[in-house]
């Protein structure tokens, strides 16, 4: 099989997306290429197979997706349909529906998302905004809120000069727009939809101009996680040439058409399982895929531990690894609760088990890490810290827990790499690593922004100099 045939086989497993031949042969062609030389490899060949044993997470396949994601988009692109939308929410909010909730997924560098604020703000109507895409540089561009003349090419005059600013030859989204607007980072097609602040499902999702790329796995995929995302009465706005299958329905809203779930919609189904990825596979040898059917029974225990309940919500997952052994996710989230009150051999016990499963899974090697660190076992923690970034050289908060048993280990050149490490892992764009489980949050309460102003404090240490 050619490289290029490798290529699109391993994009369609990793990202869902289907690349027209035509593809590999431009742009995405010398992009292999170069990348290729830079690393000193034989050919293309050889660079998709390092891919091949990174995670998507890695800072190779992040490049990567940036090129073979097509990203184009603009500001008020289809305005029409961005007004129905401002519209719904806003008569809602009127008839006392409280704050709306839009999940602006494939956002690429934010554009729709700030449009939709933009509108928003027009008609006064508070609403909580999260936007979403695969393409970790796309969203560092996004989170920036700068834009060149091209993308505000469609912006109406007036918008123009009440929501933008200049800065140089460029155009900044003003300050109250941008923090209308969070991102993060989300596979549409294998990731879970992402829960709203107050962790109750969207009023709208709007997925444009990115389910045209897809193969039809990947769509049902998709399809999936956006229904399970959505509120009972939510809509799904799409871009104008795609569609969505039964048992979504499409209705006529103002003119446009939006979906909804139909009377015969099923909102639990299978969804597929993302691709192991190694990157050795003589040290971590795959062992069958985990299950990632959705569970009724997990949720309920995550609802109960979003509301403090943490003892019954250790019984229930007590009970969902009990009649499936094999949810990954919830081992390590009955690992997480015991960690947190210091039930470091039960917790070790479920670590384990979720290790013995799937071996690939940074973020257990990370949990095993810190519980040896607070057993005091610091050449163990070293040890799953290290496993941690072979896995994944972007998990910024393994290798900040790396650098502190370092110290504790008195190696400070060791410690001061570590730092260096996590410092520019922390600052990469979308670099907030994604978790499976859950119940991670107070074992892990702190964001990229304090890693890396803390990494810079510790750097500048004398001892560390
Ligand atoms: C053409 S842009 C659309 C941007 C915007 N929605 C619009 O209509 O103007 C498609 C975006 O979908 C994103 N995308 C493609 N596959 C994705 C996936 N599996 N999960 C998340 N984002 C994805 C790409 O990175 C790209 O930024």
Redesign the pocket.
Known sequence: MTWQKRMAALVAQR???ELRPSRTEDSLDRFVRRRARALRLPDGDAYVSLLGGQTTQSREFTQF??A???????FF??IRQLKVIAEVLSERADAGHGPGRIW??????G??AYSLAMLLAEQGVDTEILA????AV?LGAARTGEYADWSLRSVPKALREEYFERVGDRHRVRRHIRERVSFR???????PPPRSLACVPWDVI?????F???TGD?LRA?TQHIMKGLAPDGLVFL?SSESMRAPMVPVGIKGQVAYRPGTRFIPRQKTPTPMPTPRRTSRFRRTPPVSVAPSPRYDHALDLLRSGDEKLARAVLEKVVQSNPDRVPAWVTLGNVSLRVHAFEQALHAYGEAQKRDPLLPEVHYFLGMTYRKLGDLQRAAHSLRSTLFLDPGFWPASFLLAGVHGRLGNWEKRRAQLLHTLEAAQTPGSEPLFRSRGHEPLHPIGSDAVAAACRQLLRERRVA
């Open positions: 990202l869902g997306i997706i940036a073979v994601t097509i990203g184009y988009t603009f692109r289809n602006c997924a494939c956002c690429s560098t554009e729709e979403t895409d695969i393409d796309a980072r989300q596979n549409v097609v294998y990731d709007v997925c444009r101009n990115a045209i790329y897809y990947a998709a871009g």
